[in-house]
């Protein structure tokens, strides 16, 4: 009798590590870093632009929307592939001075962005990114405001001399709460927007500092 009961205790104690072990093993399984993953992220664009060459050509910083989705391919836990598709607004702003009058000026450029990112993920929530990004120009608005009228241009590109295909760097960073990426990033154009130089419109290439709220599906 004594002898089955201590057999009956030795299996409870057995069941119980079993289970124990199975719990960690699953708490372990929680990194999701080997997972593929869809989403979609909204946010802003914070943009100037800037002359490699030296022109004087002085602009200030404006606001603008992104929106777009996003597919991370895992490279094991470490690194990962992560292409985006990203409807995103740029361009400046600014003010001078024409014949004794004040004037203020600004202009928004409608792009599609397409950046393949390489993402390093040394923990579980963060991924740190950069890589190549290929732009083309939807269109473009300009409004110009002064004391003798106001006077407000869109386009959708008529103008060939208007470079519609850039490239560009871009590089960030991603922090993952669960189902929620917080983004942010930064990018510089490497080919200016003029096409063969031409162009009235002074010549420049974007930057911009981005931040966006994400979901994974």
Do not use: C
Request: hydrophobic share 35%; aromatic share 12%.
């Amino acid at each position: 009798m004594k002898k089955s009961i201590f057999t009956i205790f030795a299996v409870i104690a057995m069941l119980n590590a079993a289970k124990a072990q199975e719990t960690e093993a699953r708490s372990s399984d929680t990194d999701t870093r080997s997972n593929f993953v869809l989403g979609a992220k909204l946010g802003a664009n914070y943009s100037n632009v800037y002359d490699s060459e030296g022109e004087d050509f002085v602009a200030d910083a404006k606001l603008g929307f992104v929106a777009g989705g996003f597919v991370t391919l895992p490279l094991g836990k470490l690194f990962a592939i992560q292409p985006e598709i990203l409807y995103s607004q740029k361009g400046f702003k600014g003010t001078g001075t024409l014949l004794g009058s004040s004037y203020s000026y600004t202009r928004t450029t409608d792009h599609l962005d397409v950046p393949i990112f390489v993402q390093i993920r040394p923990i579980e929530y963060l991924s740190i990114m950069a890589g190549p990004q290929f732009s083309y120009l939807l269109s473009e608005k300009n409004e110009f405001n002064s004391a003798v009228g106001n006077d407000t241009q869109e386009e959708a590109f008529n103008n060939d001399n208007i470079e519609k295909n850039t490239f560009s760097v871009i590089g960030g960073v991603d922090v993952s709460i669960d189902k929620i990426v917080i983004g942010a990033r930064a990018g510089w154009d490497l080919k200016e927007n003029r096409g063969d130089g031409t162009s009235e419109t002074p010549r420049y290439k974007n930057y911009w500092y981005q931040l966006t709220l994400g979901y994974k599906f």
